[in-house]
């Protein structure tokens, strides 16, 4: 069974620039996660998909964060324009739904300059 | 507050030991407690699930207890390898919130930095 695939693996920009990570779920997970995880710390949620519906955004920076996930599959997180605050790994999960066991992929490194 | 703390920050040991990480947490109503490790660069890979009733749970050399009553899990983790070296992280799950029962009810712990030497 492949796993979560996250590209690309590292990004360096400066800041005010802008950034876009790609996450594709294990097949047949209908729930798609985004974490923000900064060195030393525990990943924090920044955005849920059900489907392609957004179930939990309330940790998201709306004002430079988006993300979409057309057609319930693969999803689309955005920086713009990125800080140097948002120097982190960006991990996406996947799981069946519910409290099921979450899968996550390799995680996208940011640095911003 | 909801809240996952880790025991130690970091810990060295020496190849074919033994070591005991700890986790407590302040999660209420409590749902389900998971340990992961995580290599350098790596994302979090799943080593154990325990709901309420369970006390034990063992997966090869990894074993995790849950006290639910006073809050505390621990990881043991027996006849140390260098491949264990790796961040255990400690996540605690709602039993329901607004999300009804989302993967948006987690709690993460910092997680312990494990570092295992020849």
């Known amino acids: 069974e492949a796993g979560v695939a996250q590209s690309p693996r590292y990004k360096i920009i400066e800041k005010r620039q802008s950034v876009a990570f790609w996450c594709n779920p294990i097949s047949g997970h209908a729930t798609l996660y985004w974490y923000q995880q900064i060195l030393g710390q525990g990943p924090k949620l920044l955005i849920q998909?059900?489907?392609?519906?957004?179930?939990?955004d309330s940790q998201l920076p709306k004002d430079r964060f988006s993300a979409e996930r057309l057609k319930g599959v693969d999803s689309t997180l955005k920086i713009q324009p990125a800080k140097l605050e948002d120097s982190a790994v960006y991990l996406c999960?996947?799981?069946?739904?519910?409290?099921?066991?979450?899968?996550f992929g390799e995680g996208s490194r940011l640095t911003v300059l | 507050k909801n809240q996952v703390e880790q025991s130690p920050q970091s810990l060295i040991i020496l190849e074919g030991k033994n070591c005991t990480l700890q986790c407590n947490y302040t999660v209420s109503p409590f749902s389900n407690l998971r340990w992961y490790k995580q290599d350098t660069g790596r994302g979090p890979v799943s080593l154990t699930i325990m709901t309420f009733s369970e006390n034990t749970k063992s997966n090869r050399r990894y074993t995790a207890t849950l006290d639910a009553d006073t809050k505390q899990s621990s990881l043991h983790i027996t006849a140390s390898q260098l491949s264990d070296s790796a961040s255990y992280i400690c996540?605690?799950?709602?039993?329901?919130?607004?999300?009804?029962?989302?993967?948006?009810?987690?709690?993460f712990g910092k997680g312990t930095k494990l570092s295992v030497k020849p």
């Open positions: 999960a996947s799981s069946h739904g519910g409290l099921g066991e979450l899968f």
């Open positions: 998909f059900q489907n392609n519906g957004v179930v939990d």
């Open positions: 996540v605690v799950s709602f039993e329901s919130g607004p999300y009804g029962g989302s993967q948006g009810n987690l709690i």
